[in-house]
């Protein structure tokens, strides 16, 4: 993004969330919104040949507050760090807590706090992975703030996408939020565990995901119990 246009930018960004964009600027905010897509896929392509460089494997994970996006990379970090030199990149609004727990468990990790922004962007990943010594790593996994609706907006360079929700969030879930599952290689459906007790009808929550995206595949876990992170490793091809 060039820096003269930044303040206008985020104007009409702001007008166009809170629905107030005037029939006069609409056709800016549009072309606006396009050159910045644009502008961030240029750059997601370049992250994708650097990665790939450095033969490293990368997963963006994106997915709701709660719905178990950190446990779950906890727990793959923990099952391969004898195996491959892990980094893991945190986004959230604030803290870094999720990626002190990460830490924890043997990834190098770096923490984006984006403050009033809903989702990482390319512009995020690439200010990191310049400043790493990339021949230090093998894996490269990227959680994203916690929501279901911006991170569809940037695609980030990465290999592959994982969308992880929980049967906690309701059987509707998946059916309210179709762009991310287009969007993403693997659906994870987490919490398993607790079926029985909140009766959530997983079958529709994957029979969602599968009219969304044919060619998506759906994976059941429970990262608190370890149900199905091998399978879900064994699908990362990993």
Not at 165 to 179: A, F, L, N, R
């Amino acid at each position: 993004m060039h820096e003269n246009n930044e303040e206008e930018i985020s104007r009409i960004k702001e007008l166009e969330s809170i629905n107030l964009a005037s029939p006069e600027i609409r056709d800016s905010v549009v072309s606006t919104k396009k050159s910045i897509e644009k502008e961030n896929e240029l750059l997601a392509s370049k992250i994708n040949t650097t990665l790939k460089t450095h033969n490293i494997k990368s997963f963006d994970i994106v997915g709701a507050i709660g719905a178990g996006k950190t446990e779950i990379i906890s727990q793959i970090v923990e099952k391969l760090y004898t195996k491959y030199k892990i980094l893991v990149i945190c986004g959230d609004i604030i803290t870094r807590v999720d990626a002190n727990r990460i830490e924890a468990h043997n990834a190098d990790t770096v923490q984006i706090n984006t403050g009033r922004e809903c989702a990482l962007n390319a512009y995020h990943i690439h200010q990191i992975i310049k400043n790493k010594d990339l021949n230090k790593y093998d894996l490269l996994f990227i959680e994203n703030v916690g929501n279901l609706i911006c991170p569809s907006d940037f695609i980030l360079g990465t290999d592959k996408r994982i969308v992880v929700v929980s049967i906690t969030e309701g059987e509707w879930v998946i059916e309210k939020h179709p762009m991310l599952f287009k969007m993403s290689d693997i659906a994870v459906i987490n919490k398993i565990d607790l079926k029985e007790r909140l009766g959530t009808n997983v079958d529709k929550m994957i029979n969602d995901a599968k009219r969304i995206n044919p060619n998506i595949e759906i994976i059941t876990t429970s990262a608190k119990k370890d149900t199905n992170i091998d399978k879900l490793i064994s699908h990362m091809g990993l």
